[in-house]
Nanobody
Framework: QVQLVESGGGLVQPGGSLRLSCAAS????????MLWYRQAPGKERELVAS???????NYAGSVKGRFTISRDNAKNAMYLQMNSLKSEDTAVYYC?????????WGQGTQVTVSP
């Protein structure tokens, strides 16, 4: 059974930082491209950041320079370091593992940025 479990969300003040984790079981993330998505209330799910098998990363323009995606294949985990958080970063953040013909999602972790 494949599971992706996000953790690390919570309530943080504007300008603060959080580190999200995505722990995988049932798959080896080294075989997958890994992505973070987020969905704010009333909005569509959007891609935040991606890290492919080779390690190259890509970011949405709204988070570039503030967020850092990383992966630790030995720990079978992915991370999202979020700095200088803004109220518009408030959303449920989802972990996604994808390869040709297979995709898996976590259940999400809530991030709320508020004074």
């Amino acid at each position: 059974q494949v599971q992706l479990v996000e953790s690390g969300g919570g309530l943080v003040q504007p300008g603060g930082s959080l580190r999200l984790s995505c722990a995988a079981s049932g798959i080896f993330i080294s075989d997958f491209n890994m992505l973070w998505y987020r969905q704010a209330p009333g909005k569509e799910r959007e891609l935040v950041a991606s890290i492919i098998r080779g390690g190259s990363t890509n970011y949405a323009g709204s988070v570039k320079g503030r967020f850092t995606i990383s992966r630790d294949n030995a720990k079978n985990a992915m991370y999202l370091q979020m700095n200088s958080l803004k109220s518009e970063d408030t959303a449920v953040y989802y972990c996604n593992a994808i390869q040709v013909g297979r995709t898996y999602w976590g259940q999400g972790t809530q991030v709320t940025v508020s004074p």
